[in-house]
Antibody, heavy 118, light 112 residues
């Protein structure tokens, strides 16, 4: 069974940092591209970042470029998102999502909540 | 890249059919057959319902179907059931590095 479990969220002050993690199991993690997608409270989904299976290709949404860094450790079956210089508008549930062929997010974790507030 | 346009709400009675639209541009929906639809119940993670415009993952009832015409994709739910009451989001590959995937704003489907 495919499982994705996020962790690392919490309450942080504006300008602060967090490192989000996503532990994967039930599939060959090193064979899949992965994404981070976020959802602000009561709002829709927003794609945040993409990383290819070998980490050779990385993309970011304009809204987080220069502040967020995606990475992965295939030996540990883990995906990460380093979030720096946080703003109030970054407050959201952050989901990791596996990407299957056809740019489809076929499995999602349960999400981890990041709240940016003073 | 702007979000895809979905109606904020839709509704139908049990047994009826409902169609939700998702309008983009030639740079996303109209340019690629990489449109997906996700169902999300309150407090839960999104669940893939349709991918590559018309394909259903294993386990998704055939009451759910997808289509596309030009820059507009659609999700049709036939034979509405109470458990279909949820938010639905479309997404499309957008082809650019800084907006690789764009999502719709979401549609709240209410089963009356």
């Amino acid at each position: 069974e495919v499982q994705l479990v996020e962790s690392g969220g919490g309450l942080v002050q504006p300008g602060g940092s967090l490192r989000l993690s996503c532990a994967a199991s039930g599939f060959t993690f090193s064979s899949y591209s992965m994404n981070w997608v976020r959802q602000a409270p009561g709002k829709g989904l927003e794609w945040v970042s993409y990383i290819s299976s070998s980490s050779s290709i990385i993309y970011y949404a304009d809204s987080v470029k220069g502040r967020f860094t995606i990475s992965r450790d295939n030996a540990k079956n883990s995906l990460y998102l380093q979030v720096n210089s946080l703003r109030a508008e970054d407050t959201a549930v952050y989901y990791c999502a596996r990407e299957a062929f056809g740019v489809v997010h076929d499995y999602w974790g349960q999400g981890t909540l990041v709240t940016v507030s003073s | 890249q702007s979000a895809l346009t979905q109606p904020p709400s839709a509704s139908g009675s049990p047994g009826q059919s409902v169609t939700i639209s998702c309008t983009g541009t030639s740079s996303d929906v109209g340019g690629y057959n990489y449109v997906s639809w996700y169902q999300q119940h309150p407090g839960k993670a999104p669940k893939l319902m349709i991918y590559e415009v018309t394909k259903r993952p294993s386990g998704v009832p055939d009451r759910f179907s997808g289509s596309k015409s030009g820059n507009t994709a659609s999700l049709t739910v036939s034979g509405l059931q109470a458990e279909d009451d949820a938010d639905y989001y479309c997404s499309s590959y957008a082809g650019s590095n800084n907006a690789r995937v764009v999502f719709g704003g979401g549609t709240k489907l209410t089963v009356l």
